[in-house]
Antibody, heavy 121, light 109 residues
Framework: QLQLQESGPGLVKPPETLSLTCTVSGDSVKNTRYYWGWIRQPPGKGLEWIGNIYYSGFTHYSPSLKSRVTISIDTSTNQFSLKLNSVAAADTAVYYC?????????????WGLGTLVTVTS | QSALTQPASVSGSPGQSITISCTKTSSDIGDFNYVSWYQQHPGKAPKLMIYDVSNRPSGVSNRFSGSKSANTASLTISGLQAEDEADYYCSSYASGTTFFGAGTKVTVL
């Protein structure tokens, strides 16, 4: 059974860098049928797409976050990671990692449980 | 301003059918060919309910159905049950970018 698990600091100070890792079990991040992505949700608000990465390292980022986001992948550890720099209070959110079909691009079929990251000084 | 507009809330009584709309308001979404729907209970991760406008993943109840007409997609929940009370998000994909609507809170009266 596929599982995704987010990990990383729950508190980040502005304007430092938020760093999260998603560990995948039950599938390989080298699986050519899937992209691996990050989505966030501020407390009490809706979902916001951050970006995706393919096993090759090819990435797509949200235009509104592109200047601050880097998503990377490590096929040796079966993990992918998110870095968001110059964080502010508005970046406080639950961050989810998820798997997206490469052939059906609106299909995020497996999600992690999410991890709350609070940006505060 | 979201590229996808959903009503803030929809309610219905047990056994009834309800429909949640999702209207494309931005040309960034292009032809609006890819539409999916996610259900989210409080404190839980979103769950995929519909993809490619009208397809149900394995394990999702057939009480959930999706459709689209022009620039508006719809999610219909038939035979409403207490467990359907949740937030529902529509999503669309175009040119590498994923868009989410602001979400609709479904209340079972």
């Amino acid at each position: 059974q596929l599982q995704l698990q987010e990990s990383g600091p729950g508190l980040v100070k502005p304007p430092e860098t938020l760093s999260l890792t998603c560990t995948v079990s039950g599938d390989s991040v080298k699986n050519t049928r899937y992209y691996w992505g990050w989505i966030r949700q501020p407390p009490g608000k809706g979902l916001e797409w951050i970006g995706n990465i393919y096993y090759s390292g090819f990435t797509h980022y949200s235009p509104s976050l592109k200047s601050r986001v880097t998503i990377s992948i490590d096929t040796s550890t079966n993990q992918f990671s998110l870095k968001l720099n110059s964080v502010a209070a508005a970046d406080t959110a639950v961050y989810y990692c998820a798997r997206r079909s490469a052939l059906v691009p609106d299909m995020y079929d497996y999600w992690g449980l999410g991890t709350l990251v609070t940006v505060t000084s | 301003q979201s590229a996808l507009t959903q009503p803030a809330s929809v309610s219905g009584s047990p056994g009834q059918s309800i429909t949640i709309s999702c209207t494309k308001t931005s040309s960034d979404i292009g032809d609006f060919n890819y539409v999916s729907w996610y259900q989210q209970h409080p404190g839980k991760a979103p769950k995929l309910m519909i993809y490619d406008v009208s397809n149900r993943p394995s394990g999702v109840s057939n009480r959930f159905s999706g459709s689209k007409s022009a620039n508006t997609a719809s999610l219909t929940i038939s035979g409403l049950q207490a467990e359907d009370e949740a937030d529902y998000y529509c999503s669309s994909y175009a040119s590498g970018t994923t868009f989410f609507g602001a979400g609709t809170k479904v209340t079972v009266l």
